[in-house]
């Protein structure tokens, strides 16, 4: 429940052929330490050039937070992106509602964030592939650090178990 689909570095990795190559036309992805760091606002004009670049390709960007929909909408109001607020992860169901309302097929979507035991725990649950991509920054809510401090144990163990399962750089670098 815990694997991640792949690893990579960060969101803006994942580019549009790989996607294409997946079947892959939404993408729903955490916001704090995913997309932008977690105290902050601020983007990098890089998210910007992707996300733009997901828009023309017709690729669906959608942030699902467990933050209220007008603390999401202030960070992002900016962005080419829509929001699925107060998602409750690691529980899926707000996910599952969203994808089934929006007549979205599963197996279109890729679930991105940087927590092991909410974003890839929720995304596996909801039936998604999922994409762990290292925090944008080095620090943490309180709420947070408590959860990497588990999830850090689990990751060494399933890389221990899965030779593969370290950090990659692209989709389609699973080998």
Same mark, same amino acid.
């Given at each position: 429940? $815990? ?19 997946? %079947?892959?036309? *939404?993408?729903? *992805? ?7 760091? +977690?105290? /902050? ?6 998210? &910007?050039? +992707? ?13 699902? /937070? ?26 899926? $169901? ?16 890729? $679930?991105? %964030?940087?927590?092991?035991? *909410?974003?890839?725990?929720? %995304?596996?649950?909801? %039936? ?10 080095? *620090? ?7 959860? &990497? !401090? !588990? ?9 221990? &178990?899965?030779?593969?399962?370290? +950090?990659?750089? /692209?989709?389609?670098? &699973?080998?």
């Amino acid at each position: 429940m $815990f694997k991640p689909y792949i690893m990579l570095d960060k969101i803006t990795d994942i580019e549009i052929d790989d996607l294409k190559q997946l %079947g892959i036309t *939404t993408i729903m *992805t955490d916001l704090d330490n995913t997309l932008l760091p +977690w105290n /902050s606002n601020k983007y990098d004009l890089s998210l &910007r050039k +992707w996300l733009n670049q997901m828009s023309k390709n017709d690729i669906e960007v959608m942030i699902v /937070s467990n933050n209220s929909y007008e603390r999401v909408e202030k960070a992002v109001h900016e962005l080419p992106v829509s929001i699925v607020a107060r998602a409750v992860k690691p529980l899926p $169901f707000v996910i599952i509602n969203h994808i089934r309302s929006e007549k979205i097929n599963p197996a279109s979507v890729l $679930f991105v %964030g940087d927590q092991v035991m *909410t974003d890839v725990l929720a %995304g596996n649950m909801a %039936g998604l592939k999922t994409v762990l991509v290292k925090p944008l920054v080095k *620090t943490d809510a309180k709420k947070t650090r408590v959860n &990497r !401090f !588990f999830e850090r144990p689990i990751l060494k163990a399933m890389q221990k &178990r899965d030779k593969n399962l370290y +950090w990659k750089d /692209s989709l389609n670098d &699973r080998n």
